[in-house]
């Protein structure tokens, strides 16, 4: 059975587009001209993935998110978005979202962010990871944990804590933190990171893994402890305890 894609797009020429190339790329698509008709859509046939624009008329992309994903329901979003601002990305993210494409967008982009957005999906939670690195790792009951910097996660319930706060990490966010701490000591080269969560390396120019980095920073952060993901200038990123 083909995948089944809910568009939301506003404009016509853009959402026709679209339709099109998802059709002839294999998905089934639903495409529709604002959020109120998305969730609808979504309410009554829940499709296998969401692209919404970021800025519709009405009920907007953040708006449809936030209500879904307040609603518990983990269907993978990727927004469209004409808003290049990091803060404004970063509002996708708060809102839930899980990816993001930026207007103009290559249609082979949006592609290849759709394919890992379902690969990711249909993984089962605990096989999500890469290969093992040196973080401690035990089986409790069915689910796995992993510990390292601080830091505990438990992949069966996609959970994850600093300390004793849990961490609200939406499903790249969790993935992203779940490779670093199964490396914890390691550089991992932004290549490896592209290729490990989305499967597809978007090449030097471009800035979604700092974004990614940037906000699971802000959401590891407290108030005299230090920062557990580290920068390592012209290579990428590690998780260590200073």
Known sequence: MPQTVLLAEDDRAIRHALERALTLEGYEVRAVADGVEALAQ????PPDVLVLDVMMPGIDGLQVCRVLRAEGDRTPILMLTALVETADRIAGLDA???DYVVKPFDVEEVFARLRALLRRTSAAPAAAGPSEGPAREA??????QLEAAGLRMDLQARRAWRGRRELE???TEFELLELL???AGIVLDHSTIYDRIWGYDFGPGS?????YVGYLRRKLDEPGAPQPIHTVRGVGYVLRED
């Not at 979504?42 to 046939?45: E, I, S, V």
């Not at 800035?207 to 974004?211: P, S, T």
């Open 42 to 45: 979504a309410h009554t046939d």
């Open 96 to 98: 839930g979202a899980d």
């Open 139 to 144: 089986a409790q009951g069915a689910g796995r």
């Open 169 to 171: 990490l939406t499903r």
């Open 181 to 183: 701490v199964r490396n």
């Open 207 to 211: 800035k979604n893994l700092a974004v």
